[in-house]
């Protein structure tokens, strides 16, 4: 059960990749916060929306977006803004962890890469501050990834990306604090998504990084939802600047 933090009662929150995985339970989340949810998936998330509807007696606004399309993204939270007003909380979920060893990288995949896994999250920032400028505040959550500090031999594009989203929110942080805008984000662990599973995961290899960490169980989706509303909340009113773990306790085996 998450807490409950009244002040994301009818505020307007934006997720980016929020018809899937980790994504989908933020929406969720949200929504259980009584918040006005928007978010945009590059795949056609109107079944779900649908569903949270009936679930939670309050559907989240879909809409149809590619991230890497700064255009796109910035009109998508434009329409979002005319739906439920200038936002108060902006989630930076949107990522692909495509893998390619360092060798065989060329410069179309390390620009698509860098463009999905931070550059998105700059101007989506970018729209989000001018939005909660009108309204005196807000707060932005970006995910980063503990991946940043592991390194990962064949993620090279993707750890540099998730080492940018660290820097930029420290950044962005001391940007925009003093307009009551706060800036934090989350670096997950080994989270166990569908996705995962299918194209990364094995049961020898999660046995082992789960090993590792001092919270002896795998992290599941659901894990992310309740640092992602205390972050969004003003529960963390002093928060900022700050990259918070989620990785269970992990440490590298010696």
Known sequence: MQAKYP?????PVFITGGGSGIGALLVEGFLRQNARVAFCDIVDSTEFADRMGEETGARP?????????????????????????????????????????????????WDWSLSLNLKQQFFAAQEAAAQMRKRGGGRIVNYSSIAHALGGANMTSYVAAKA?????????????????????????????????????????????????????????PEDLVGPTLFLASEASAMIAAQVIVVDGGYVIHA
């Open 164 to 220: 940018g989203v660290a820097g930029m929110t420290r950044s962005l942080a001391r940007a925009w604090g003093k307009e009551g805008i706060r800036v934090n984000a989350i670096a997950p662990g080994l989270v166990v998504t569908e996705r995962q599973r299918e194209l990364w995961i094995t049961e020898e290899g999660l046995k082992s990084h789960v090993g590792g960490q001092a919270i002896p169980r795998p992290i599941a």
């Open 7 to 11: 002040d994301l009662s009818g505020a």
């Open 61 to 109: 606004l879909f809409l149809d977006a590619d991230v890497t399309d700064t255009g796109a993204l910035k009109a998508a939270m434009r329409n979002a803004e005319e739906a439920h007003g200038p936002l108060a909380v902006l989630v930076n979920n949107a990522a692909n962890d495509q893998r390619a060893e360092a060798d065989e990288v060329d410069e179309a995949f």
